[in-house]
């Protein structure tokens, strides 16, 4: 296993990217019964999750599958006797599931070693067990790397009680013995418990275990689990299930977790480990996974004492501090606990059992699915989706979910379920923590301010500590202003064109050089915003207590809401005398002659003596910059401090908070916090606030300022974390969520360790440099006049004394001009101009190995060819104008390239333009989170299908297209009404996983199975493995976008501080997709300012085979980089919706089409001087490219480009370009809608009769009814008349049960369904009823999964029971009638009617901002758990409301026969006070509007569109 | 920054002047600038561009698109707009050394290539510009800064143009102790006598002046260098010498008849005009110099209009501009679009006041002359003009302008002023000093520096460059003081 990790460290791909995503499932006989069946139904269940494991190009080797068990006293009794050995009576004996090397020798020696290591512990080995298995059902990759699985047999000693204390013995040897051993692996090791596991297909795990086919073995408890990797790297240990859990999902905040849990072990001290704690240290391995380390640290905290169900709540706390429906002692439980233990935050369904209890756990933000069943014959069954096991409906007494943050467990000893509540207020009440809280737990916001002043500046003073620490005009006037007067962070547009930090010959900070990570495809990133219940700000300062002893003085720590602190708070820090808590301040200053490492060293030496004289909060402060002081720059010095804590394990004692004249931009404090601050007090960006004011810039109250300004920081931080799918600062704090750009190996190893840098760069001296450069530049040495007035560097908004720009007067005149004049000279004039070197790419580093033997030009392929590889970017109708957008797609169509529709949908009018002389019909549609105007039509009318994971701006988030940017033209392709504001959500709500991406590829492929399905990521550290992982998923382009590109809007600190170059994530997607042999599947695309024939052939050359152009092509139709995208103000009326400025728009697709064509031509010149003929070719050949010498950049030597350049898998037998052969195969011909529904319903389809007929479906039936669909919306594109087709479903709907369905088709499902259900809904019809026989009741029980009726557009859905969470999210026009649903519901919506009759979860109507809602509120408690920024609830007064409601209610009891339907139209009066109406403010007044303006005597469209203008107050 | 639909809803709205017929009655300025709240407006249509084209002084199809010293124009037009008058002025002298001087005199490149400029009008950023310092003045913001300490170091500024003062006032301010050299009696060079005071009024150079003394810069007027004092004296009294002789050599109309008596270079006319009033302080005006005459000016371009200006000050019969070249067109033409410096038809103020009191435009356009005729006392009474047309140069390819057979014409003329550009920097300079030229009779430095093949001498501006404007001038002044700076020092904060 060692020689497999050394190969894995050459080129850009890294171990540690690797995710895994999955399906998991458990049975438990609740009474503790042991049977063989509940072994045989847990086997059955990952049998049908095939869908949810991922399996290798060949399709034969699997990712990873396994199950957990109870030890079979029965079965082992009897197979130990054929061994030769007794093992005694039921727990008596513990079993060791080893992975053993195939080498004898070495296995050999490990087991010698495992005895040994026993007999030191004084354990017994009764004797070992080779494990019968069948290795020929394996695939080849499987069975090469295939362990020796043994067994050993350890005999409990008599003093030992049987059980945990048994099993603690037995964690101890276990321990020791994976520390003195490396090529060995210990599956499970315990007298309770056992895992069988491998890299199998689901069906191998049954089939390749002899053990488990036997009818003796039997279990009370079984837990299973199918991996879903992002790769096929062959791994049998990173199966599931690891000693406790199972875990789909994925924490992501693990590196600080790991950290934190490491550091820790000097802090907690257990009386059950007394004396034999170094023997298991460390607590967690590095080299695991994240559900290994989170099942590492479980391990080690119920080794030590702790309950398991404790421990996991402790670890994935539900959300406590804005969540008003918890008790108080609940709280103070959590408090208690959030004191010493930071959340592992992240996508989390995890199952946990240590044989006699089974649990479950759903994180805070219930992103995973998990559904259970309880039968009346005593069995739970959970699992990712239900129909996985047939069970009699009658037999059914509940079907209930998992709800985010609760905990579900079955005590097989008890013989009874516990559920969250109970569970929860016994360990709540275990002790008196809120007593404990009380007299111990120190608030920041509760100490008095001492009688110390602040220090103030004079007016040179502050202006020479700007100086010195690098602050800029545009920092000043535009970042910091804009904070201190908004609270918010700017908003910028058009992406960035600058060099990076590394290349620049500005004095860019430290900071510069990180680039912030983000979550995409193996997890989603949250809303901070709009699902601001699960956040929390909260840091913790001081020592942190013994986690493992509870007792009052582990929460003696000072408790820091709001982690930007005032100088008034620094203050309170400062002068802290509370017993347990002191700081102490140390100053990051050194002498201008000291060199910067000896500085950092006697930082640690300062550190380590505050330490040793009690201190628990350290103070990092450089004030005191002066002549002959600087500051060690703060992120350095932030990160050498919290990695030298790390290391000599201290940093869980010490808390570090930064007291800093540097960080200005929430970039930096993201920085700092993430590299290990806890808080930090910008006291230079607070003094220039006041700057600000006394100059007159800023009307405003200095506290209120500086308030805002610290509050648009924080909540730049939430975003930022939300991105990675954060939730809460105090798990972002110390996790190291970035990737450094242009720093040396030497500093990364030392100061950053751990973080990713793969180019090489700058040294500590050269960050010295630059600190003196910018002291002298404050502080003349020879004490001569300075220009102490900001310098204006344009990092956004150009400026010519400044930063480079690669778009430039001159740059965009000329490719304006040549494009206009159709002039390729002039062309040429302009591509030699953007190439120049000192624009600061990575690929402006690189040159052309020429050909010694150049092709003739005329043999190169032709221009026409070429440019059939050309796509323009995803901008939507709505960013960009009418014009803008079809001139686009005209010059696109005739050029056989391809133009994306954005994400805002298109109108009908081009969709039907399509092939004809004006065809302005997008061939690319995007599938955006928002999904606007994403129909059935839509789809149909793709060549391509676009999924976009994230946009290079501003990956990992949504957007907020405001109000008075929704014209009507927009909002009608939108499918929303206008002048009011529409809100995507940053994650897809149905991709939170690589499996869930799966699954939406599989829809699209149904919904139009002739277009190709492409997903679009942004290049950052490990998009390779991702992008493996979308490879096995189905996808059949894969674009990899660079952190550079992007033309619409965004957070300015998002467009320059998010994201990589394409040349690393592009090179690093082929690599990997080499490494694993998926190239072949695959279209490589990349895009991100490809500006010239040069950039193209850089990016041919380092993998890619299509690219698209965004924001050239827009210059070329006349943008001139205003950058005011945003604003609506674009001058040339190519951003713009107003039409004055629309009037201006000069482009033609003439423009656009000579780009394209020039662009084609000069990449054949190239290519006629590499020597190759065709694009396809050169694809890869990262060979014919080298470094450049003599260029003329900053600190060019130091950057290295081997891992871009030498791809470790070029030259091995395989093809390194797409071949169509090797496509993914969505065996669409075996769906039912192939076989069945299109065969019986071929004459209904074309409209000629009707017809209704009965299927049987289950689980694996996914996306039932889609192609039927869309092969309706092919025929007749308005959909049929309703009811035309009507099919009656028995059985479990799999996953996106309809999605995407049109007018006309009624799909009628008795039974239940899963995830997804009625995605899409495009005029279709929905129903879904509680069989006849049920045992329970339909308003009580689960009867559709998650994220029903996602992004439905328009039709009808009738649920006869409960949704899961976020029912309707993004519904802008379907209306639904549902008995319940859980938490989130009606997210995002900006249309349509859902109607509730049951209970609402959390945060119901979040973001809502159009359509209704009417909930039957029959304990008048929904008020707690709606999100009321964007509504008003009302009763149901109106008559059109009353008769609406009626109505529906009335269809619904039509349709499913509810029985809660009956009873509520049977006491109409009764009920109907009882019902409340939520209605969106914005959307209310638009519709009082155009209805007043309509009764003047104006039509609709006139009404809607003087509406408008009247709500954006324009006269027109 | 700035109000992002301020360009939607105001005008662009110049400063008022006075009627032609009206300021001809004297020499002053006839500009009467808008109220400061009406100027705030005029901030408020700046877009704040991503790219601000207005500031980027490039050169695009060969000629400068956008302000040579980078002024922050988006910047300053933003608190122009918010009425913070005090932090323009900060802004704007970041980069700017005299915007008192180009807000009066610059064809503003900057406007030109203002983004607004490309559909409707350009942000008034030049007279936001003398809003924001005359602001500055009035309100007594801008005090002599005088440097804290002194280097020690010495410099010698040869020429007291606008390079030469930018360069002075930027190395003084640094703390070394600088001479500024003037042959003529009063500094300014061209600002001062090669501008009419009705462009660029004489106290506003007298105030820079004055504030540049009192910041410590040694003014020695009447010493020509090169003549009054010898090179080898001045590099060893000075650890520097910076030559900022201007392009001072004018271009001659060499045809018969060129000494007759009452043909001018225009410089020289101008600069005798500008001396009688500033040595009466403006109660003597030469008429005499004009008064009754038929004017012949020579050259198309802004000193050809200038002298159109004050000779109709002086009282002039008649006067006529030739320009060889063809009537520019009155739009943009197809090829020369925004954001390069338009070439269209600009009537300036001396052509407008030529329209109002003679009833028609001075401009006769493809013309030139042949001959000049003298009367029998050898003063000139007459010319021969002559039609040109476009010829492509067979050998070059470049467009020439060459005579159509049969136009010619004579024309009454009494005094001749030539205004056709300038040659070069005058030769006994660059003699002295030894420094070598290049062969249009620039000072050779290297590409992008200012230091001459004589060690210790420097030169930019015009002399340098070659005729330009005079905000190259500046900037030249500006770059060289930061090369000289570093020269002395080993390294340059400036």
Redesign the interface.
């Known amino acids: 296993m060692k020689e497999v990790r050394k190969e894995e460290q050459q080129g850009l791909y890294r171990r540690e990217f690797e995710h895994d995503n999955c399906g998991i499932g458990a049975v438990v006989n609740i009474k503790g019964k042991k049977t063989h069946e509940t072994v045989a139904n847990a086997l059955r269940i990952v049998e049908h999750l095939e869908h949810r494991a991922g399996k290798d190009a060949e399709g034969e080797t699997g990712d990873g599958v396994g199950i957990l068990l109870q030890i079979s006293h029965k079965f082992f009794k009897k197979a130990c006797k054929k061994e030769g050995f007794e093992i005694g009576g039921e727990r008596e004996y513990g079993i060791a599931q080893l992975f053993f090397p195939q080498h004898e020798i070495r296995r050999a020696q490990a087991k010698k070693m495992f005895e040994i290591i026993l007999e030191k512990e004084d354990l017994k080995l009764l004797g070992w067990r080779t494990v019968p298995v069948f290795p020929e059902v394996l695939g080849s990759k499987a069975r090469e790397c295939m362990p020796c699985i043994m067994q050993a047999f350890i005999q409990k000693p008599q003093d030992v009680e049987a059980g945990i204390s048994f099993d603690r013995k037995l964690y101890i040897a276990r321990r020791e013995f994976e520390q003195s051993n490396d090529n060995t692996y210990v599956v499970s090791m315990s007298s309770r418990t056992i895992v069988y596991k491998g890299m199998f297909l689901v069906g191998q795990l049954r089939t390749f275990f002899a053990d488990l086919q036997n009818r003796d073995y039997e279990s009370a408890i079984a837990m299973v689990h199918s991996r879903f990797s992002t790769n096929t790297n062959p791994s049998w240990e990173r199966a599931h299930p690891n000693r406790f859990i199972v875990h789909n999902g994925e924490i992501n905040t693990i590196r600080g977790n790991a950290d934190k849990m490491l550091a820790r072990e000097e802090n907690m001290e257990s009386p059950y480990l007394k004396g034999e704690l170094h023997k298991v240290l460390p607590v967690v391995n590095r080299n695991g996974s994240d559900s290994a380390m989170l099942d590492n640290t479980l391990e080690f905290l119920v080794m030590s004492g702790m309950d398991l169900p404790l421990a996991v709540m402790i670890t994935i706390p539900e959300p406590w501090a804005y969540n008003d429906t918890i008790s108080q002692e609940k709280r103070d439980f959590y408090q208690y606990y959030a004191t010493m233990m930071e959340p592992w935050d992240g996508p989390a369904s995890i199952l946990f059992s240590d044989g006699d209890v089974m649990g479950a756990v759903l994180d805070r933000n219930g992103l995973r699915p998990s559904r259970y069943y309880i039968t009346s014959d005593g069995y739970m069954i959970l699992s990712s989706e239900v129909g996985v096991l047939p069970v009699p409906e009658e037999n059914i007494v509940l079907k209930e979910r998992l709800h985010p943050g609760k905990i579900l467990l079955v005590d097989t000893v008890q013989g009874k379920v516990i559920d969250d509540d109970e569970l929860k207020e016994k360990y709540a009440k275990a002790q008196p923590y809120g007593e404990w809280l009380n007299s111990n737990l120190v608030r920041l916001k509760d100490i008095k301010i001492p009688n110390v002043r602040v220090e103030e500046y004079t007016e040179e003073q502050r202006a020479r500590l700007q100086k010195a620490f690098g602050y800029t005009y545009e920092q000043y006037r535009t970042s910091i202003r804009n904070m201190a007067l908004n609270g918010t962070e700017s908003i910028g547009a058009m992406g960035t064109d600058t060099p990076l930090a590394v290349l620049s010959r500005e004095h860019r900070p430290l900071f510069d050089y990180f680039k912030q990570l983000f979550a995409q495809v193996t997890n989603p990133p949250i809303d901070a915003i709009r699902e601001e219940i699960v956040t929390s700000t909260s840091v913790y300062a001081g020592k942190d207590g013994n986690l493992l002893v509870q007792q009052p003085e582990n929460c003696r720590v000072l408790k820091i809401l709001h982690p930007i602190l005032t100088n008034t708070d620094m203050l309170k820090i400062k002068n802290l005398k509370q017993d347990g808590l002191r700081s102490a301040v140390v100053s990051t200053l050194y002498y201008k002659s000291t060199r910067l490492e000896r500085a950092i060293d006697r930082l640690f030496v300062e550190v380590d003596k505050v330490f040793r004289e009690g201190a628990n909060i350290l103070v990092l402060s450089d004030r005191g910059v002066d002549e002959n002081h600087m500051a060690i720059p703060s992120l350095l010095a932030v990160s050498a401090v919290h990695q030298h804590l790390v290391k000599t394990k201290k940093s869980t004692s010490l808390a570090i908070i930064v007291e800093s004249g540097e960080p200005r931009e929430v970039h930096h404090f993201a920085a700092l916090l993430g590299y290990g601050a806890s808080a930090v007090n910008p006291y230079l960006a607070q003094e220039t606030i006041r700057e600000l004011i006394d100059n007159h810039m800023l009307d405003k109250d200095y506290y209120a300022a500086v308030e805002d300004y610290n509050h648009a920081v924080l909540s730049g931080i939430v975003k930022i974390a939300s991105k990675m799918g954060i939730s809460t600062i105090q798990s972002y704090q110390g996790s190291q969520i970035f990737e450094a750009v242009g720093i040396s190996k030497e500093v990364i190893d030392k100061y950053f360790t751990g973080t990713v840098s793969r180019v090489g760069g700058i040294t500590l001296a050269d960050i010295e440099e630059n600190v003196e450069k910018l002291h002298s530049e404050a502080f003349d040495p020879l004490g001569l006049n300075t220009d102490l007035t900001l310098d204006s560097v344009g990092a956004h908004k150009m400026r010519s004394q400044g930063e480079e720009h690669r778009y430039n007067p001159r740059t965009i005149h000329l490719l304006q001009q040549s494009a206009k004049c159709g002039s390729y000279e002039m062309f040429k004039e302009y591509t030699k101009l953007v190439d120049e070197e000192n624009h600061g790419s990575l690929r402006g580093l690189m040159d052309f190995v020429y050909a010694e033997n150049p092709v003739p030009l005329d043999e190169v392929e032709s221009v026409e060819e070429i440019v059939k590889r050309f796509k323009t970017g995803a901008m939507s109708y709505g960013s960009i104008s009418q014009e803008a957008h079809e001139t686009l797609a005209i010059a696109m169509n005739h050029l056989h390239g391809k133009s994306n529709t954005g994400e805002g949908g298109e109108s009908e009018e081009r969709i039907a333009s399509s092939g004809s002389e004006n065809d302005r019909c997008s061939a690319i549609k995007q599938v955006a989170s928002g999904r606007f105007g994403v129909t059935s039509r839509y789809l149909v009318s793709a060549k391509e299908i676009q999924i976009k994971m994230a946009q290079g701006a501003k990956p990992g988030e949504g957007g907020h297209l405001p109000a008075k940017k929704v014209y009507p033209w927009v909002a009608k392709t939108r499918h929303s009404t206008p002048g009011v504001s529409l809100i995507s959500p940053p994650p897809h709500h149905d991709i939170y996983s690589i499996e869930d991406l799966a699954q939406l590829i599989y829809d699209l492929k149904n919904a139009n199975k002739f277009a190709d399905i492409s997903v679009k990521l942004v290049s950052e550290a490990g998009v390779g493995t991702v992008a493996a992982g979308v490879a096995k998923a189905g996808a059949q382009t894969i674009l990899i976008s660079g952190y550079d590109g992007g033309t619409g809007a965004a957070p300015r600190s998002s467009i320059h501080n998010a994201g990589l170059p394409w040349e690393l994530g592009l090179s690093e997607t082929h690599q990997t997709l080499l490494k694993n042999g998926l190239r072949s599947r695959v279209r490589i695309e990349t895009d991100g300012k490809l500006m010239s024939g040069r950039d193209v052939a850089i990016a041919a050359l380092l993998g890619a085979e299509e690219f698209g152009f965004a924001t050239a092509p827009l210059v070329t139709m006349g943008c001139v980089m205003m950058r005011v995208c945003n604003l609506d103000t674009c001058p040339v009326g190519v951003a713009t919706q107003n039409p004055e400025l629309r009037k201006r728009f000069r482009g033609k697709p003439e423009y656009v089409e000579n780009f394209m064509k020039f662009i084609a031509e000069e990449l054949r010149e190239y290519m006629a001087r590499l020597g190759v003929r065709t694009v396809d070719e050169m694809v890869g050949r990262s060979d014919l490219l080298r470094a450049a010498e003599n260029v003329d950049e900053p600190h060019i030597g130091k950057v290295d480009l081997g891992a871009i350049l030498d791809n470790p898998y070029a030259g091995k037998a395989q093809k390194v370009t797409f071949d169509p052969r090797a496509v993914y195969n969505f065996e669409l011909e075996k769906t039912l809608d192939e076989k069945i529904l299109l065969k019986k319903c071929a004459q209904a389809v074309s409209g000629r009769t009707r017809v209704e007929l009965n299927v049987e479906v289950t689980n694996t039936d996914r996306t039932f009814g889609t192609i039927l669909g869309a092969e309706i919306t092919r025929q007749i594109p308005a959909g049929l008349p309703e009811d035309s087709i009507v099919i009656n479903c028995k059985g479990a709907g799999g996953q996106s049960f309809g999605a995407f369905i049109p007018k006309g088709l009624t799909l009628r499902l008795t039974g239940d369904s899963n995830d997804y259900f009625g995605k899409g809904l495009s005029g279709g019809k929905l129903i879904v009823k509680i069989p006849e026989k049920a045992g329970y009741k339909a308003e009580e029980n689960i009867i559709v999964g998650n994220v029903a009726l996602y992004g439905a557009t328009s039709g009808t859905a009738f649920i006869n029971g409960v949704a899961g969470e976020r029912f309707a999210v993004r519904n802008s026009g379907a209306c639904a009638v549902v008995e319940g649903v859980g938490e989130h519901g009606c997210e995002y919506m900006t249309g349509g009617r859902v109607v509730v009759l049951g209970k609402t979860g959390k945060n119901f109507a979040a973001g809502m901002s159009g359509g209704i809602a009417y909930v039957l509120d029959a304990e008048n408690m929904l008020y707690r758990n709606i999100n009321k920024a964007m509504i008003s609830i009302e009763q149901v007064e109106n008559k059109y409301d009353r008769q609406e409601l009626r109505n529906l209610i009335e269809a619904h009891v039509e349709a499913t026969g509810s029985e809660i339907g009956k009873k509520i139209l049977d006491n109409f009066a009764y009920y109907l006070p009882h019902f409340k109406k939520l209605i969106p403010d914005e959307y209310k007044r638009m519709l009082t509007l155009s209805a007043k303006l309509e009764e003047k005597g104006l039509t609709g469209e006139q009404a809607q569109m003087e509406a408008f203008y009247e709500s954006i107050g324009v006269k027109h | ?1 700035g109000k ?2 301020g ?2 809803e105001y005008k662009r709205e110049n400063a008022k002047v006075l009627a032609p017929k009206v300021r001809i009655a004297d020499f002053h300025e006839f500009r009467l600038p808008l109220s400061r709240e009406k100027q705030r407006l005029q901030g408020a249509r700046c ?7 207005c ?6 199809a060969g000629m400068t ?2 302000c040579p010293l ?1 002024n ?1 124009v ?2 300053t037009n ?1 608190l122009v707009y ?1 009425g ?1 008058w ?2 323009a002025y ?2 704007l002298c ?2 700017h050394s005299f915007p008192e001087f180009t807000s009066r005199v610059c064809p503003a490149l900057c406007e030109a ?1 203002c ?2 400029n ?2 409707g009008e350009p942000v008034a950023t030049k007279e936001n510009e003398r809003a924001i310092i005359e602001t500055a003045f009035a309100e007594g913001w801008v005090k002599p ?1 005088k ?3 002194r ?1 020690g170091k010495t410099v010698a500024v040869i020429g007291s143009g606008p390079a030469g003062l930018a360069a002075a006032q930027e190395l003084n ?3 070394h102790t600088v001479t500024v050299y003037e042959r003529s009696d009063r500094p300014g060079g061209l600002l001062r006598y090669g501008i009419p005071n009705m462009k660029l009024e004489k106290s506003v150079v007298d105030r820079r002046i004055r504030l540049m003394e009192e910041e410590g810069v040694e003014f020695k007027v009447k010493t020509d260098v090169g003549k009054d004092i010898k090179a080898e004296e001045l590099l060893k009294i000075y650890d520097r010498v910076l030559l900022t002789c201007g392009a001072s050599a004018p271009r001659d109309i060499k045809v018969p008849g060129r000494d007759a008596k009452g043909i001018w270079f225009a410089v020289d006319f101008l600069g005798t005009v500008t001396r009688s009033l500033l040595d009466s302080d403006f109660a003597k005006v030469p008429y005499e110099l004009a008064r009754g005459k038929n004017v012949l000016v020579i050259g198309g371009g802004d000193t050809g209009n200038d002298c159109v200006g004050t000779v109709i000050r002086l009282g002039a019969k008649s006067v006529k501009q030739l320009e060889m070249m063809p009537e520019p067109p009155v739009e943009r033409a197809e090829d020369n ?1 925004w ?2 410096w338009p070439r269209v038809l600009k009537t300036d103020y001396g052509q407008e006041e030529a329209i109002a009191v003679f009833g028609k435009d001075p401009r006769v356009y493809q013309t030139t002359v042949t001959e000049f005729i003298a009367d029998k006392k050898g003063n000139i009474c007459k010319a021969k003009t002559v039609r040109l047309k476009r010829k492509r140069d067979e050998k070059t390819g470049r467009m020439l302008m060459v005579p159509v057979e049969g136009t010619e014409k004579v024309i009454p003329a009494e005094l001749v002023l030539i205004a056709a550009g300038f040659l070069g920097s005058q030769k006994y300079v660059t003699d002295a000093f030894q420094v070598a030229v290049n062969e249009r009779a620039n000072v050779d430095t290297a590409l992008d520096g200012y230091a001459t093949s004589v060690p210790r001498v420097f030169a930019a501006g015009d002399m340098r460059r070659g005729q330009s404007l005079v905000v190259w001038a500046i900037r030249e002044g500006r770059e060289a003081a930061r090369a000289v700076d570093e020269s002395l ?1 080993g ?1 340059t ?2």
């Open positions: 920054m992002p639909t360009f939607l877009m704040a561009c991503g790219v601000p084209f500031q980027s002084g490039t050169m695009i698109s956008g980078h922050l988006p910047e933003d918010t913070n005090k932090q900060l802004r970041k980069t290539a983004t607004c490309l559909d800064q440097p804290k300490v280097t301010r640094r703390g679009p954001p390069q020092m390294y904060n400036l």
